[in-house]
């Protein structure tokens, strides 16, 4: 290796680094968002507390403030009444810096060596700045994915629990999250903290308004869920199906059942739940089907996506074509969607929902692994052997790794 390609490699795999471009990054996306006015989201999001304290419906056009809905649950409503309560720009800027730092911050908590964490968070910057120019919450949702993950390899069951359940308030489908419960023992402690947390943040609004105005405001945030359901069909395998076959909308929902069914099978293979690269392949397939089976999904989301596909690649025996199907693999998902691709190629991706079809080949392919690969290990290791064999499952260059994650018992 040269000298100069060392010295690159290093500066971009040093974690301090990682933060400090994240950082830098989405300050001056900000600002040039500030500049061309795409603050329409944030809008949604700056205005629903004030909202709910004067007992309007969230969930209709208010467009003398903003265009578009809302579509969170009253409980996001309240949680943002820290950042509603702050001056505009200032709230605008502390979100959006919080929705970005919060990705390096939740990677750095899986239970890799550094340089891996950092490779995986440079695979899903480009999709992260996308998505927080229009001021999404998808980095968020994602984040929550990882943290849920790290906290049952840390046996904290409760704070697992909290973390899926701040994700379900938000978009709904991150409770697909609570499945991980299955590689893990305490199911019934977990299945009581899930109960006790989505519980208590249902109750959170009745700080600021009356149980009456709360049921009121899920029964309308009911309507505007089910209005889009029967509406949508976004960058996933049923947008491919439905925008390049053109099936009738019976199959859409076959689609979705079959991909939970094919999702789910995985967990089968309980007697390798003991390998950690076993767990980190049904998280990373968990944040492809997150995707690729929501009829909802949009570019946004595929900040999940990505998070999947850097999980995988550190996984790899590494090579040179490996490496470059990566490249081709972020060029198509995540560059030739956004500027300065043309607009022609731009429409004719979104015309066919194609930023879908690299991914659902990807996914495939993970699947196909954990179906097939039987080197995983299925004993638990006694306490004395566990950081030499810990060690061993994640030498991929984990030389300085020091495992501080507790073998399933």
Known sequence: MQPTESKLKFFFLNPRNVFIIFFLAINILNLQSIW??????????????????????????????????YKYSPTFAALFAPFSLLPYYVSYFLWNNMCMLIM?????????????????????????????????????????????FSAFERKQVFLAALWISIGTYTKIFPIAGACLFLMYPDKWKFIRSMIVCMVLLFLVPLCFISFDQLIWQYQN???????DQSSRFGISIIGLVRNNLGVSHAWYLL??????????????RFKYYCSLEMRLYLLSSLLFFIVLVNHDAE???YTMTMIGVGIWYVLQPKSKWLNNLMLLFIIVVSISPIDPTPKPIIQFMVDHALKALPATILWFYILYQVFTKS?????????DEFQRIADYEVRLSSRNYKSTFPPMV
Not at 115 to 144: N, Y
Not at 255 to 266: E, K, M, T, W
Not at 375 to 383: C, G, K, L, V
Request: net charge negative; charged share 10%.
């Open 36 to 69: 061309a006015d795409r603050l329409n989201t944030f809008d949604i999001y700056y205005h629903c507390f004030p909202n709910m304290l004067h007992h309007l419906n969230l969930y209709t056009f208010h467009l003398e403030q903003y265009r578009d809905l």
């Open 375 to 383: 080197t995983w290990r299925t004993q638990i290791p006694n306490s």
């Open 221 to 227: 945030w009911y309507h505007v869920v089910a209005s």
């Open 299 to 301: 570019d946004f989301s």
């Open 104 to 148: 390096p911050l939740a990677i750095f908590t899986l239970p890799l060596d550094n340089p891996k964490k950092s490779i995986i968070c440079w695979f899903v910057f480009i999709e992260c700045l996308t998505c927080l120019q229009g001021t999404q919450a998808d980095t968020i949702a994602a984040a929550l994915f990882v943290l849920t």
């Open 255 to 268: 689609i979705q059942l079959i991909g939970v069914a094919v999702f789910l099978s995985q967990f089968l």
